[in-house]
């Protein structure tokens, strides 16, 4: 590649409403569209509580965002963030875990658009099962590349497609809710018992039954951040509000789905509901008699994740571009076209890892414990660099800047640490350990880790809190009731989980670097 090109910058060409419709439509994504069998066989009738806890953790996690996007808007800032506040070590973890999630997102996102329109088609999908045909996985793929076009060649195209995809995710959702809550039976709240599963079924729902999956639209936006216009203004106000949004739609499509299954479906219990009703909504219709919302959600259901992969698309390009940018990935993805703006090396990373994820794994679900874990992880660190920036960068202009940290900033990371755990020993012990061998690997390849800014013994030295947190959330989940030995008691592990996150929460932000460390401006006014 020419050296011009290694010179390339972002451009900021994204509006407010431009950052609205990327948040509210990675959020809207293939999550409403399966998660809700899947949520109230596993909570029941308090199914809706799930989503209601789920977002007011996402809202916290949010306002922790909006602070750091408004001050600090920098493309794949997700990875970016715990760089500046603690150093490169960090920045590599992060960016390892946050890749797995955004580039396997965009699989299970074309592969819920296969599934859904394999109602209609049925050769895309294996007779009696989610698996995809030859046909179905080529579908896909083509699918991946459609999107691998539009995110190369201009941002303004992502863009302007997006806003037209989002248009229709936010109409069809609002409107079957407004339909189903027409066939609302309230005797469905209390049928075999308001939780049935008890509380340990809503915290399960949370994290393995695709509520947080849904939820986690934010850093698409963050992603962008450096791409905005007036970024400390419009970064903020899209966060909190593309969440606030969401929040509300998700928990009205809960309440409407319970509240319009027919007694009969119940009679079993709730377990079978994710059975009966696969594709929940578009199968709900059909057994209503609502043939024409049954057609309508199926259009949206190719529709909305698509989009989604569209958007998770063009943020794992700009993760591979923060993560190059950090120093620990290959300097290559780094380089930015100079008249599109766009890192693309970094989109043809992200295109073939996300072929990649759609070749072992048949059906949406496979993947939602492992990527909603991640996802989490990669979230819960902002509430620490936030606190390691308000002690080493205190001058740094705060647009937006959020009251009450000192009490939203461990409760964020409480709450996200429980729904770490909620996934369970299967999970958890794949991801956290995989992040320990990461970390190990780091400390055997020292000599090729970047150390010209922050010594490679301050990088460690900053980073052992993190290291404390994974082994001791990996001992409470093999030990906890969620999917480990049972010895610890329920609200036993869930009150140590709670000790070792303030732990963690006030060692991490007291041992950020000495100095915040911020890269050069990166972008065309």
């Not at 290291?467 to 001992?475: H, K």
């Not at 030990?479 to 036993?492: D, N, P, Q």
């Amino acid at each position: 590649m020419a050296a011009g090109e290694q010179n390339g910058k972002l451009k900021r060409q994204l509006t407010l409403s431009d950052l609205i419709f990327v948040g509210f439509g990675a959020i809207f994504g293939s999550g409403w569209l399966f998660a809700a069998s899947t949520v109230a066989s596993q909570a029941g009738p308090a199914g809706w509580i799930s989503w209601l806890v789920g977002g007011i953790a996402v809202i916290l996690l949010g306002l922790v965002y909006a602070e750091l996007g408004g001050a600090i808007p920098r493309a794949g800032g997700i990875v970016r963030y715990p760089v500046y506040s603690h150093g490169p070590l960090l920045g590599y973890l992060m960016g390892f875990a946050t890749l797995i999630a955004y580039s396997s997102l965009c699989s299970i996102e074309v592969e819920a658009a296969r599934q859904y329109a394999s109602s209609w088609w049925p050769a895309l999908s294996q007779p009696h099962s989610q698996s995809p045909t030859l046909l179905g996985w080529w579908m896909q793929v083509a699918l991946l590349f459609v999107f691998f076009l539009l995110n190369y060649w201009s941002v303004r195209t992502f863009a302007k497609t997006n806003t037209v995809m989002t248009i229709l995710k936010f109409v069809v959702p609002t409107l079957t809710f407004i339909v189903l809550l027409c066939y609302l039976r309230p005797t469905n709240f209390t049928m075999h018992g308001f939780a049935p599963f008890g509380v340990s079924g809503v915290e399960t729902a949370i994290s393995a039954g695709g509520v947080m999956f849904a939820y986690l639209g934010l850093q698409p936006i963050v992603s962008v951040a450096s791409e905005a216009k007036r970024p400390q203004k419009t970064v903020p106000l899209a966060l909190i509000l593309s969440v606030l949004l969401s929040a509300v739609v998700y928990v009205l499509l809960q309440v409407s789905f319970i509240g319009a299954i027919p007694a009969d479906k119940l009679a079993h219990g709730w377990a079978p509901i994710v059975h009966e009703f696969q594709l929940p909504f578009h199968d709900l219709a059909v057994t209503l008699g609502i043939g024409w919302l049954a057609v309508l959600i199926v259009l949206d259901a190719i529709v909305s994740p698509s989009g989604s992969a569209n958007i998770f698309m063009n943020s794992s390009s700009r993760i591979v571009y923060g993560w190059a940018k950090n120093g620990t990935l290959f300097k290559v993805f780094a380089r930015i076209h100079p008249e599109s703006g766009i890192p693309r090396p970094a989109v043809w990373l992200s295109f073939l890892l996300s072929i990649f994820w759609t070749l072992p794994f048949p059906s949406w679900g496979t993947l939602i414990g492992v990527v909603s874990d991640a996802l989490v992880l990669t979230y819960a660190l902002a509430p620490i660099s936030a606190y390691a920036f308000r002690r080493n960068a205190p001058d740094l202009p705060r647009p937006f800047r959020l009251p009450g940290m000192a009490v939203i900033g461990p409760v964020a990371f409480i709450i996200a640490s429980l729904i770490v755990y909620w996934t369970g020993w299967q999970v958890d012990s794949w991801l956290l350990g995989s992040q320990l061998v990461m970390f190990v690997i780091y400390l055997l390849a020292r000599r090729f880790v970047p150390t010209d800014k922050v010594p490679f013994a301050e990088q460690v030295r900053c980073s052992w809190w993190l290291v404390f947190y994974y082994a001791a959330i990996l001992v409470v989940s093999k030990f906890g009731s969620f999917g480990g030995t049972g010895a610890l008691s329920a609200y036993w592990d869930h009150l140590l989980v709670a000790v070792i996150a303030v732990i963690t929460y006030y060692w991490g932000g007291h041992t950020g670097l000495s100095r915040a460390m911020f890269d050069e401006d990166e972008v065309e006014g």
